[in-house]
């Protein structure tokens, strides 16, 4: 089994590379270990990892962990207070404005209540159309994703109410057009959403931390001549 990509680690804290598909935790549904970047980072470093934040099993990056309970509470809290920066990257379809927030409020459920929601977008880059000879029609944007607040699938729904789904969302984008995109992008099923970078302070020794993935090798292509 391949080992996971480390990004940091010290006495207290480590942060892996996630891949797409990959969950944070056993969750209800029996899951191979494989799957679970818990279990292979407990595996592949010999001692228990607690993690301190959560990524959707199809986005890829930053993904942090405490190596004991006391750190991990510290970071949680870090979380919870919003003293963590994150930012993200995704590709669209369509070509965005260059800057832009969306405040629109979220909620999980139906019967929950509507909370505040706040996520600002940077445009990077853009494929315009007639980059994609099958599909003359199609463009692409690159963006930079800074959530402010943590809700369910922010980024994902703030995105679709803009009018531009992330590429392979099945879930907000649709599975047929997911489909066909990653097959015309050479992407597969993979969501191109990934945790670019976290910065905090660190929990114990107060110097600020910046945790950065490399560059996801599926972004790249999106963004030359498909014959």
């Known amino acids: ?3 996971l990509t480390l990004l940091y680690q010290d006495e207290f804290l480590v942060a892996i590379d996630k891949p797409a598909g990959m969950i944070v935790h056993p969750g209800r549904e029996p899951e191979g270990p494989e799957w679970i970047a818990m279990k292979r980072l407990r595996d592949q ?6 993690p301190v934040h959560r990524l959707d099993r199809p986005t890829s990056g930053v993904l942090l962990f405490a190596l004991d309970k006391q750190t991990a509470g510290l970071v949680q809290q870090a979380f919870e207070l919003r003293n963590v920066i994150k930012t993200y990257h995704a590709i669209v ?3 965005t404005p260059e800057q832009w927030t969306c405040d629109t409020p979220l909620q999980k459920d139906l019967i929950d209540p509507l909370l505040p929601a706040s996520t600002r977008f940077e445009r990077l880059k853009v494929a315009p159309a007639g980059s994609f000879p099958s599909e003359p029609s199609l463009s692409l944007s690159l ?7 943590g809700r369910f699938h922010q980024i994902r729904r703030h995105l679709r109410e803009a009018g531009f789904p992330i590429v392979g969302d099945f879930r907000y984008a649709g599975q047929e057009r997911s489909y066909h995109l ?9 969501m191109l959403l990934q945790a670019k970078s976290l910065s905090l302070q660190h929990p114990h020794a107060g110097h600020m931390l910046h945790l950065e993935a490399p560059a996801d090798p599926d972004f790249p292509s999106c963004f030359q001549e498909k014959s």
């Open 1 to 3: 089994m391949i080992p």
């Open 45 to 50: 470093l010999g001692r228990q990892v607690f």
């Open 93 to 95: 379809c369509g070509i």
């Open 143 to 149: 963006l930079s994703v800074t959530p402010e607040t």
């Open 182 to 190: 990653g097959a015309l992008l050479g992407t597969g099923t993979r």
